[in-house]
């Protein structure tokens, strides 16, 4: 056996062993309802050929038991997916868990161009790639680096917030390519 795959063995059974222990923590989710759709787009040609542009994609949980009449609905950063609030990248629960166990009808994007919405660059633009050292810079290390006055004060990321770390990793790894047009990042979803 390869080195490889034998270290892919051993973090799939840390990560296995770990989110056992966290699945005890809380009960199964009750749900009516749990699924995804998309919402606007169009057809759209390039080069010939059509495809679908400007479409969002929505997953959605329902609780079994509603308990508030209006939804969350969470709406993911630049470089980011839905997958923020679904999940933690050290395997706890999301926001979105959190708020259905309240009560809440959920409803979490993944922008339009990002993630499961798909991007075409002749339609949006080029896109700029997300590096290790802006994701220490602006979401796991903030205190190292001290880009604004209370980045001193950041406590909320697990880990040592080194690119090493297996929760640092796991926020690298769901990070997207953002629409290098800032402009038109914000049109499109405006």
Known sequence: MSFGV???VVILVVFGAASSARAAENPP????RDGFFYVGGK??????KQYMAG???????IPARKTHPYPIIMVHGGTMSGTN?????????GWAQYFVRQGYAVYVIDQVGK????????TYGPVDLVDSQNSQQ?????EKFKLWPQAHLHTQWPGSGEPDD???????????PAIRDFTKQQFINS
Do not use: C, F, K, W
């Open 115 to 122: 993630g499961r919405s798909t991007h075409l660059e002749r």
């Open 85 to 93: 609030y679904t999940g933690t990248p050290d395997g706890r629960e």
């Open 6 to 8: 034998l270290l892919i």
């Open 43 to 48: 057809p759209t040609v390039v080069n010939g």
């Open 55 to 61: 479409q969002m994609y929505v997953e959605y949980r």
């Open 29 to 32: 989710l009750t749900l009516a």
């Open 138 to 142: 602006r979401y796991v290390a903030q």
């Open 166 to 176: 297996p929760a640092v990793q796991q926020l690298i790894s769901s990070q997207l």
